[in-house]
Structures are given as structure tokens and as C-alpha cells.
């Protein structure tokens, strides 16, 4: 089916912030359609309404399903339902992981928004006795902790 060789197509544009993810890991890629006229709608949701990398997700859609003879190639943001963490693969979990970035404990939820004490794995070294730094890592999207067994920073991506 063409739909599935499009998704397949699409499993090579990584995330610009995090490129060990793919968007399909992320859950960022939503739907594909096969529009009048040959065109091919990419719906996407970013995991922030204001993601910096918006722009570059999009040029990145575009080109790869350019070089594989797909000419007409839209994009859409879709907002509604917001992206949340929950979306994310466990496959993109562990590739956070073995990344250096701490993967999101549990799911998204009003215990997150609260900000209440998150027990975090340090994914350097294993160890639980980690600290928060800082609300806000290297995006928006993390959060700055540092580990006080091997002393190492990382982040670690919040749950939303």
C-alpha cells in the first residue's frame, strides 16, 4: 500500500534536537494522506506548540519524500490533542537512554505538572540518587539533573 511505503520513507527524518530519534519514535507524525492530485499530507503534532525545530521537521519531511519521487508534499500541524510524552515508543525510550537523556518515568499527568519529586535514573551510571538541577535542560522539553553517585549532569525528558 502506498500509505505504508510513505511511512517507511518517513522512518529516516530524525528528530533535529534529539537525531537518534526518528519523528515516528517521538509519536510527532500523526497521520499520512493521499490527497487529489497525487499529493502526499503529512500531518504532524510537535511536542511544543512553539518547537523551534517546527521549521526544520518540516523542510526535513518534504525533502526525503522529494528524493523518493513524491513531488507534491505537504505539511500540516495539528495541535489538538497536544502532543504528551505518552506518544513516545518504548524503543524511543531506550534510544534516550543509551543517548545520555534520562526517558520519561510514567505518563503524563497532573503529578508532572505539579512538579512534585521525580526519582530519575541516571543514565550514565544507573544509580537513583540523582537531583534536580534545573526546570529546564538543554530545550524546553527536559530538565537539567546531575547525578551524586558519578557526578555526571544529563537530562532528562519531562513528562507533559
Partial sequence: MEKDKIL???????DPEIPVLTLQDLGVIREVHLNKGGEVEVVITPTYTGCPALDMMEV???SVLQEQGYQRVKVSTVLS????TDWLSEAAKEKLKVYGIAPPI?????Y???GNDTKVECPQCGSMNTEMVSQFGSTACKALFQCRECLEPFDYFKCH
Fill in 8 to 14: 517507511r520513507i518517513l522512518q529516516a527524518v530524525t
Fill in 60 to 62: 526535513c519531511i518534504k
Fill in 81 to 84: 490533542p497536544a502532543w504528551t
Fill in 106 to 110: 510514567g505518563s503524563a499527568g497532573k
Fill in 112 to 114: 508532572s505538572l505539579l
